[in-house]
């Protein structure tokens, strides 16, 4: 969870401008010309405040998953590791199962706080003065409970195969390290 903190903080600004930059691309209206241009305008407007805006929501999201997400993957390599083996000796099926479950796991807590986080970095100014309260409150009202997993089918379609070969990458990097410096 603690890993959840640490990437907060470079996150929650690179959310911010993903988010609009987005809803910028399906408007069709053109007010930032690029990332650097949307800190920039950003910055401008309302300080550092409007470049961190949504810094609890990304908080809220990815501390739970990021436990969520860690503790699947060890979890999974636990189970599929036969008995008497070390988890090094995981075959690759296992660790791409394991890291995949571990995105599908991350997402299955992440989305509800994701969508949050996304209406309320991409609102016009002042829209919602108590924060998370009001965007909570506004979403349910006009679009249900169900619209907290809007998304989910395209977020679970890249979650499975994205974490998966990412903690492939990580094991295969372990490896080599270990290979490199065994007395490290
Ligand atoms: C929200 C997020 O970035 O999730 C990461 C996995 C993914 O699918 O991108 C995991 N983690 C939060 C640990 C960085």
Redesign the pocket.
Known sequence: ML??VF?TAI?APGERIKCLLQIQAASGEVKYAGPMDCVKQLYKENGIRGIYKGTALTLM??LP??GM??MTYEWLKNLLTPAGKSHNELSIPSILFAGGMA?VF??AV?IPP?VLKSRFQTAAEGKYPNGVRDVLRELIREEGMASLYKGFTAVML??FP??AA?FLGFECAMKFLNWLAPSL
């Open positions: 890993s959840g990437t996150m999201r990815d998953a990021s997400y860690f995105g991350n997402w992440a994701d890249r979650a994205a974490n990412c």
